[in-house]
């Protein structure tokens, strides 16, 4: 971390999602049907939490009218994925994905689930951990059905091909 903070952006559709990871906010803009095609703040998301890391990474399938922000430093860096819908413009939380549980243990501290996400249409979710293990890392692949929600899901967990400490894979 070291102060080296930064945001993620996301655009997807007439939607634009700018992660502010300073201000642990998330913002979110629509773009306007007029011919300037200008952008307009729609909705501003909050950590309440108070971690340092809420908004590095974000990930729209605004067709779906989902939106994945991950909070890295979530649960003693264990992180995690909050998982956002669209009413209308009024963004509600929908549901908080935390690293799944592996041979019946949960997943040790700083494994920074959430550091990069992939969201797609049609209930499709990546997550990485880079620092799972001993950094190893892994990469956590989500698919829902219409009805359910990621955590109604088993992931299937994606590893390095060579695993060892500190590759960071994802």
Do not use: M
């Not at 945001?7 to 201000?23: C, E, F, K, N």
């Not at 990546?126 to 950094?135: Q, T």
Request: glycine letters at 16%; proline letters at 4%; a negative charge.
């Amino acid at each position: 971390f070291g102060g080296s903070y930064q945001g993620a952006i996301a655009l997807s559709g007439g939607i634009l999602v700018v992660g502010d990871p300073r201000a642990l906010q998330v913002h979110i803009y629509a773009r306007a049907a007029a011919a300037s095609g200008s952008w307009a703040l729609q909705k501003t998301l909050a950590d309440n939490v108070g971690s340092c890391c809420y908004g590095e990474a974000v990930s729209l399938a605004a067709t779906d009218g989902l939106l994945a922000v991950g909070d890295l430093s979530a649960d003693a860096f264990r992180g995690a994925v909050l998982i956002y819908s669209d009413r209308g413009g009024s963004w509600a939380l929908e549901e908080t994905l935390s690293p799944p549980h592996e041979n019946g243990s949960p997943v040790g501290e700083y494994a920074f689930f959430g550091f990069s996400l992939a969201l797609r249409s049609g209930g499709l979710l990546a997550v990485s951990a880079y620092g799972y293990g001993d950094e190893e890392g892994r990469v956590y692949v989500y698919r829902k059905g219409a009805a359910a929600t990621f955590g109604d899901v088993t992931p299937q967990v994606l590893s390095s091909q060579a695993p060892a400490p500190g590759n960071q894979f994802g």
